[in-house]
């Protein structure tokens, strides 16, 4: 069995590759150029600490809750049966929901 070995014509692959390697190194310093100068000080702002709302009687200054928190509650109960052979789940269950709010719902 004969094979020949026959040169790859990649020089517009390889001509390609490069224009879009320079390109991309020729944005990069472009990019460095236009942007703004920032101090270190403005940028550890980033980071600096969010300021609190509002304390009212709900939520307090420090983000705790205030006398006037409330949350709901809901309990529920589920009693279940599997039966693998005949691929069947039965069950009943109980939900129970307390409004603490001040509001009706």
Known sequence: MHTSIRPVRSTGRLAL??????????????????APER?????????????MPTPT???????????????????YVIDATLDAEARTVEATGRVTYTNHSPYAL
Do not use: H, I, K
């Open 17 to 34: 590759l490069a224009s879009l390697l320079l390109a991309g190194c020729a944005s990069d310093v472009t990019m460095r150029e236009d």
């Open 57 to 75: 009687d709900v939520r307090l200054a420090t983000g705790e809750p205030g006398p006037a928190y409330w949350q709901n509650e809901c309990d």
């Open 39 to 51: 101090s270190l000080r403005e940028m550890a702002s980033r980071f600096d600490a969010m300021p």
